[in-house]
């Protein structure tokens, strides 16, 4: 009878898996021993597999011999229903059948453990290494970053097709167990074919699935990882990616670097300010040009107000015109800087922004001002540290270009407003996203919760 069902076992696996060139299946028999294996050699450790399972059915006497050896290694497990069994193997175990028992060997192998530099977030100085795509790779860069004994790590599965791990950390300490309880049921709730990316994973959990802003936040480094831990946050480690996702995330968050922790204090804060004259400039400088040459000019100096006009007195179109070509040149330049390869990419973005600069000059289709103003406006969008907050910067300085151009400086004060106001109306995961860090640590705060009987203790 058993023997009837472990070769039914092993017909409907063929079946399911098909005539694929990378499932191997074999019959080994060794004296009075026989033993069936089914697997895949493209996600299977063959090294291990003939190390641990095959050599010992020679080294042993008996089915019983064998069976006990087995069963004392940590990567052997039962066999279960048939479904459990199918999808073990195709994550890389080995199904073994013998007379009397079946079970699953684990000897799964990932070709993507390297653990390489970080190129998106770089720092002058501390660590420079980022994540790798294998999530046992990144929990073990964590743990050995984060030794405390508060931190859990959880798995749930996302994707109908790709069955993608996702490893869920936080530490139980600090955690606030409102956005946790929130986060979990988000994760359940996620209907997807394929999972494969932190963005996608970002775009599943937001409710208002048209919102311009990040409000989680996606990182390749894994002490911001370590850092928000101790926060009181919660990481996602998504299995065949480099990168993680942190919710809840605010404002502040997104202008943040972790060179902001190893530099000295003032020397921080400046750097800080930076950031926030940047994103002043990237947002504003365009539509104040625009509002002040076409509506306000009398806001400037004389001298300036004239030079500025000597400069567009050969343009045969307005300002607004004037400056949303420009504008969007240099976003087809920076998109070309992504696509094209590595060796050439920045030589011919930088030679291609140059003669297009000079040449717009010349022919009198652009003024010299507008070159600094395109290129202050360039330089100012790369100083935010995550590209995510820069990528929506870039979109809302044309929103407010477009009102400006209708109703002048006051449209830009109205647009700065409405801005503001979406912004405070934003939440992430409960958390307003125009918080400022300036209350106590999440441990203080859930033990006054407890103390009020508000949540359970962990």
Known sequence: MFGYQQQNTIVWLKEQLGNSLDVVVHELKAG???????????????????????????????????????????NVKSHKQYEETLKAVMNGSVFV????????????????????????????QGPQSALSEDKDTNLNLIRNRYPRPTLRIEEKEVGKLSNTKISL????????????????????????DVLQAAGQLHQKLTKSKRTLFPTMMITERP?????????????????????????????????????????????SKFIVFLRYMGLFISL??????????????????????LSIAGSRVGVPYPAFLEVLLMLLMM????????????????????VGGLILGQAAVEAGLVSNVMIIIVAAVAISNFVIPINSMSFAMRVVKYVLLL??????????????ILLICYL??????????????????AKDKNMARRSKGEVGSP
């Open 32 to 74: 009075s021993q026989s033993v069936n294996v089914l697997y895949i050699s493209s996600i299977c450790d063959e090294k291990l597999i003939q190390a641990n399972l095959i050599l010992p059915l020679f080294e042993t006497e008996t089915e019983r011999e064998y069976i006990t050896y087995l069963f004392s290694q940590p």
């Open 97 to 124: 059948s013998t007379s009397s028992h079946q079970f699953l060997f684990i000897s799964g192998k990932s070709s993507n453990k390297a653990v390489g530099e970080a190129t998106v977030e770089t720092v002058i």
């Open 169 to 192: 950390l936080y530490d139980q300490e600090y955690v606030n167990e409102h956005v946790l309880k929130e986060v979990k049921n988000s994760l359940e709730k996620i209907e997807i």
């Open 223 to 267: 002490d911001r990882i370590v850092f928000n831990l101790a926060q009181g946050k919660i990481v996602l480690l998504i299995d065949g990616t480099p990168f993680a996702v942190i919710l809840p995330a605010v404002f502040y968050d997104f202008i943040s670097s972790m060179e902001d922790l190893y530099q000295t204090y003032w020397v």
């Open 284 to 305: 504003i400088l365009p539509a104040m040009y625009v509002g002040v040459t076409a509506f306000n000019p009398e806001i400037f100096r004389v001298q300036l107000a």
């Open 331 to 350: 976003e087809l330049l920076t998109e070309a800087s992504v696509r094209l390869p590595k060796a050439i990419g920045s030589t011919a973005t930088t």
């Open 403 to 416: 009102i400006t151009s209708f109703l002048g400086m006051v449209g830009l004060v109205i647009g700065i």
């Open 424 to 441: 405070t109306s934003l939440k992430s995961f409960g958390e307003p996203y125009l918080k400022v860090f300036m209350e106590p640590k």
